[in-house]
């Protein structure tokens, strides 16, 4: 059976250490610490010029918080769709929905139709949807390949019993792919409890900062992310052991 690891990059060097991996397809992402916001068209064409053999899926989201989106927020999510056609990017990666809780048809039918040929991953936003099975056949009909999911649950291995039924209510007709918490010691048995083909990970470590001098009495961000002096990055070693 032909298994695909996805790695959730958070920059292109990440992209680079995925590809160094053994990685051929990543989900590029900037603001990790918000769950995933849509990296730069530098960061983009940064990683697609350095690692050339790596399909390269971008997500489209314009904020942190809730997948509920102001007309403002939804033409900038157009003009980013717009901008990864043109880079030819291999597929995007978004996901909307209604206040009630429900996926936003019109709204997703809308963005699918401007992403045109490229591949389209509906994101976790499923995890925080009212119905997953009716939200799972809504994206069949949206033509969705892909939903990205931790089965509703804080991570994928607390989620296997619903992320097994999607994977048999789905029966080929769209890709259910795990994440959030998908590691080199459960990978496989979220494989073999879910019958999974496709899996997502961010496979990080922290690297140290190269500074020689630090001010460690000022932050740059909210105490709550990472420090200044510890890079958190896609790890070559994790992502080859993932595979």
């Known amino acids: ?22 990685a051929r397809r990543v989900e590029l992402c900037a603001g ?26 971008v997500i489209i ?24 056609r043109r880079l030819c990017v291999h597929g995007v990666v978004f996901g909307c929905l209604t ?4 996926v936003d048809m019109a709204l997703m039918q809308r963005l699918v139709d401007a992403a045109g040929p490229l591949s389209v991953t509906f994101h976790r936003a499923f995890d925080v949807c009212r119905d997953p099975f009716a939200a799972l056949e809504q ?6 390949d ?27 007709r769209i890709i259910v792919m795990p994440g959030c918490g998908v590691r080199e010691d459960n990978i496989a048995r979220i494989a073999r409890e879910t019958g999974a083909t ?7 470590s922290i690297r140290p900062s190269a500074m020689i001098f630090r001010n460690e009495n000022v932050p740059m961000g909210s105490p709550a992310s990472v420090a200044e002096f510890e890079i958190l990055q896609t790890d070559r070693r994790r992502v080859a052991a993932l595979l």
């Open 61 to 84: 989201r314009p904020r942190g918080g809730d997948f509920l989106y102001t007309p403002a927020e939804v033409q900038s999510m157009l003009y980013d769709i717009e901008m990864a």
């Open 99 to 102: 206040k009630e809780g429900d």
């Open 198 to 204: 496709e899996f997502h990970s961010s496979a990080r």
């Open 1 to 22: 059976m032909s298994r695909i690891i996805e790695i959730c990059a958070n920059s292109a060097q990440s992209v680079v250490e995925a590809e160094a991996g053994g």
């Open 139 to 144: 994206l069949i009909a949206l033509g969705c």
């Open 146 to 172: 892909r939903v990205l999911t931790s089965g509703q649950q804080p991570d994928a291995v607390a989620g296997i019993p619903l992320i097994a039924q999607l994977v048999s209510r789905a029966a080929g």
């Open 32 to 57: 990790i610490p918000e769950g995933g916001t849509t990296p730069s068209y530098g960061e983009i064409r940064t990683a697609q010029s350095l690692a050339a053999s790596v399909d390269i899926n």
